[in-house]
């Protein structure tokens, strides 16, 4: 059982930047493709971006493209989320996720989940 904590959610002024981690327990993090997916009050869950179990490369929503950044350090073991240029439209809980298979932007194809953490852009 793989088990995901996020950290480094908070609040930010609109144009700032936060950098998210998730740590898996139980697993290396090169052993998972990893994602990060974000949900706002009354709006459904929406793929933020994610990372390929071999070669680590990444795969963004096209709208965040330029903006987030996703990044791991498999010696630690944590895989980041760097965001950049905040607006008030990526105020939401953000997730990771993971998956012993293929990267992919379904959330529902992803078993392992962490607890989510609040990000709040003040406008």
């Known amino acids: 059982q793989v088990q995901l904590v996020e950290s480094g959610g908070g609040l930010v002024q609109a144009g700032g930047s936060l950098r998210l981690s998730c740590a898996p327990s139980?697993?290396?993090?090169?052993?998972?493709?990893m994602a990060w997916f974000r949900q706002a009050p009354g709006k459904e869950r929406q793929f933020v971006g994610a990372?390929?179990?071999?070669?680590?490369?990444?795969y963004y929503a096209d709208a965040l493209k330029g903006r987030f950044a996703i990044s791991r350090d498999n010696p630690k073991n944590i895989m980041y989320l760097q965001m950049n240029t905040l607006t008030s439209e990526d105020t939401a809980v953000y997730y990771c996720a993971a998956t012993d298979s293929v990267l992919t932007t379904i959330s529902t194809q992803y078993p392992y989940w962490g607890q989510g953490t609040q990000v709040t852009v003040s406008s």
């Open positions: 139980g697993r290396t993090i090169s052993s998972l493709s």
């Open positions: 990372i390929r179990r071999i070669g680590g490369s990444t």
